[in-house]
């Protein structure tokens, strides 16, 4: 039997995106260790008060791309980095730092194709 055994190949696919998400979690709390907790463009100076107002900023604007060095990293003030997000409008389409801190959004659509399959049913 040479057939692709579907339920392995599910689960190899679920374990890899599951450590590309663990890997990719953790970048915040590494950039907050490896910098000092200062708004890269206004400069503002943050404490544990209001850490979560700064926030990563990734200098490709690709949030997988993490190297251990941090050199990809930048840490900006919700402010900053919804400016230097502004300026990717263009071509992103998309707004602010959302885009870019949110969970990958599902790339398929399972409903797609609901409506035309109604529509030659209907016909
Ligand atoms: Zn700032
Ligand atoms: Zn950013």
Redesign the pocket.
Known sequence: MTTIDQTRLDRIVAEARRSAEQRNAGYRERALRMYPWI?G??T?EFTRANLRELTVHHRNHNHDDNPADGSNWEL??V??HDNEHARQLDYTGVSAGNAEDAPAAATSNPFADLKARLQKRGA
Do not use: T
Request: hydrophobic share 10%; aromatic share 12%.
């Open positions: 708004c463009r206004c503002r900006l003030c402010y900053c």
